[in-house]
């Protein structure tokens, strides 16, 4: 028997179903093997298993044989192998985890592989998005909000922008075709961001001048 552990979300990646006049525009999640690589610095733990295990070998060669020292080192080999496969099997816990959705209202992040939760962040309360371009068209879209709209960045970890922790901002994370997600998001921001001004300028009561 099937099981899934988002069942009971209405619309996948969303805990309620859209308000009238709002439509999903699109969906994805990170892919596990970029955001492993990008967000826990896979390539540095390996190699400095990889120098330890060097450096083992190195130092205790001229003392015993050969195959001897290969034999000493192999342990860095194995502790660096087993740190590195729970590295990925986090990676791929988050990624199934994780759905990104860019609404023509706002952009919503279903996160976290222990503790699950939906971020929704309106179009209006986002100063800005960079778009960090990564190898054969994957890439980082983070999200800049406005002074009144923090987070944490445990919560926000893996989803956050790297180093920024006095103010963490929310990140779409290894993204396939994130060029593209990019000028979805800029189009739909841009239309959402005219409404509202043009809302609140016909809701402002306009002067005029009475004729006696």
């Known amino acids: 028997m099937s099981h899934d552990d988002f069942a009971i979300e209405p619309i996948k990646g969303l805990p309620e179903h859209l308000p009238r006049g709002e439509v999903i525009l699109w969906q994805g999640r990170p892919h596990w093997w970029h955001l492993t690589v990008a967000s826990m610095n896979l390539w540095w733990v390996i190699g400095y298993f990889g120098l330890l295990t060097l450096w083992r070998f190195v130092t205790v060669?001229?003392?015993?044989?050969?195959?001897?020292?290969?034999?000493?080192?192999?342990?860095?080999?194995?502790?660096?192998?087993?740190?590195?496969?729970?590295?990925?099997?986090?990676?791929?816990?988050?990624?199934?985890?994780?759905?990104?959705?860019?609404?023509?209202?706002?952009?919503?992040?279903?996160?976290?592989?222990?503790?699950?939760?939906?971020?929704?962040?309106?179009?209006?309360?986002?100063?800005?998005?960079?778009?960090?371009?990564?190898?054969?068209?994957?890439?980082?879209?983070?999200?800049?909000?406005?002074?009144?709209?923090?987070?944490?960045?445990?919560?926000?970890?893996?989803?956050?922008?790297?180093?920024?922790?006095?103010?963490?901002?929310?990140?779409l994370r290894a993204i396939p075709n994130a060029e593209a997600v990019a000028h979805i998001l800029a189009k739909a921001a841009k239309a959402r961001v005219i409404e509202t001004q043009n809302n609140r300028q016909s809701e402002t009561p306009q002067l005029g001048v009475i004729t006696q």
Request: charged share 15%.
């Open 61 to 171: 060669m001229d003392v015993v044989p050969f195959d001897r020292a290969v034999a000493v080192s192999l342990p860095f080999v194995v502790i660096g192998a087993v740190v590195a496969l729970l590295f990925i099997i986090v990676g791929i816990i988050q990624s199934r985890a994780t759905v990104y959705t860019i609404t023509n209202k706002r952009v919503a992040m279903r996160v976290g592989a222990a503790l699950t939760v939906t971020l929704n962040i309106p179009f209006t309360q986002i100063e800005n998005a960079a778009l960090a371009k990564r190898a054969k068209g994957f890439g980082n879209i983070a999200l800049e909000t406005k002074g009144g709209t923090k987070f944490s960045f445990l919560v926000l970890w893996p989803h956050a922008r790297p180093w920024h922790f006095a103010r963490p901002q929310p990140t």
